[in-house]
């Protein structure tokens, strides 16, 4: 078992439909990240929950929607996107010491490369 | 402002070339952390190495060297006789021991010819 595993790894999709991205981590870490990667950018975080509590990015749009039912699962839920949403999402996981320490590297999945027509 | 700045977008070297790349952070923590990650085509991000940021001394493991200067806050990570298999985008970050924030740079394409 690899780290981090993400499905699907490439996703095309209309900007009215709903779909999820999905990362499991198998660290026994207890933070996960969400990160989009556009071109030329600086790696964005979007989302991050940390010994369960949640941590938002408030410049990210309501047509993201994180869940994280366990420390090991982490989804991403995309309704109504925009063309300007296509980009790699990355998770990622760590291990925190205590909650806001962040101490540890992150341990990144391989992506879902993400298109929106 | 940019926490971590990579000036350098690309880089080609020949094999066997040794090969620097450089960052530069910005945080007003005492204590933080530096990473290097290598991302190649397949777009995972690798954890390289990491720094802390009272190291003082030039690290190396392998091909791969690191040094970190406070003074100018720079950070540079350098591979040694470089490879093919070492094309990939390299990422600097940082992360402040407050918070759960990594900073990453825009990463500096790396091609090794041949």
């Known amino acids: 078992e690899t780290g981090v595993t993400q499905t699907p790894r490439h996703l095309v999709m209309g900007m009215t439909n709903k779909k999820s991205l999905k990362c499991e981590q198998h660290?026994?870490?207890?933070?996960m990240y969400w990160y989009k990667q556009s071109a030329k950018k600086p790696l964005e975080l979007m989302f991050v929950?940390?010994?369960?509590?949640?941590?938002e990015n408030n410049s990210v749009p309501s047509r993201f929607s994180p869940e994280c039912p366990n420390s090991s699962h982490l989804f991403l839920h995309l309704h109504t996107l925009q063309p300007e949403d296509s980009a790699l999402y990355l998770c990622?996981?760590?291990?925190?010491?205590?909650?806001?320490?962040?101490?540890?590297?992150?341990?990144f999945g391989e992506g879902s490369r993400l298109t929106v027509l | 402002a940019q926490k971590v700045t990579q000036a350098q977008t690309e880089i080609s070297v020949v094999e066997k070339e040794d090969v620097t790349l450089d960052c530069v952070y910005e945080?007003?923590?005492?204590?933080?952390?530096l990473f290097w990650y290598k991302q190649p085509p397949s777009g995972e991000l690798v954890f390289l190495i990491r720094?802390?940021?009272?190291?003082?001394q030039n690290e190396i493991s392998g091909r791969y060297s690191w040094n970190s200067q406070k003074s100018t806050s720079s950070f540079n990570f350098t591979i040694t006789a470089s490879q093919v298999v070492d094309s990939a985008v390299y990422f600097c970050?940082?992360?402040?021991?407050?918070?759960?924030?990594?900073?990453f740079g825009t990463g500096t394409s790396l091609t090794v010819i041949p």
């Open positions: 970050a940082l992360s402040e021991a407050t918070g759960n924030q990594f900073y």
């Open positions: 990622a996981s760590s291990q925190e010491s205590h909650p806001g320490g962040n101490t540890g590297e992150l341990f």
């Open positions: 929950y940390s010994l369960e509590e949640r941590v």
């Open positions: 720094r802390n940021s009272f190291d003082e």
């Open positions: 660290l026994g870490h207890n933070a």
């Open positions: 945080t007003r923590d005492t204590t933080y952390y």
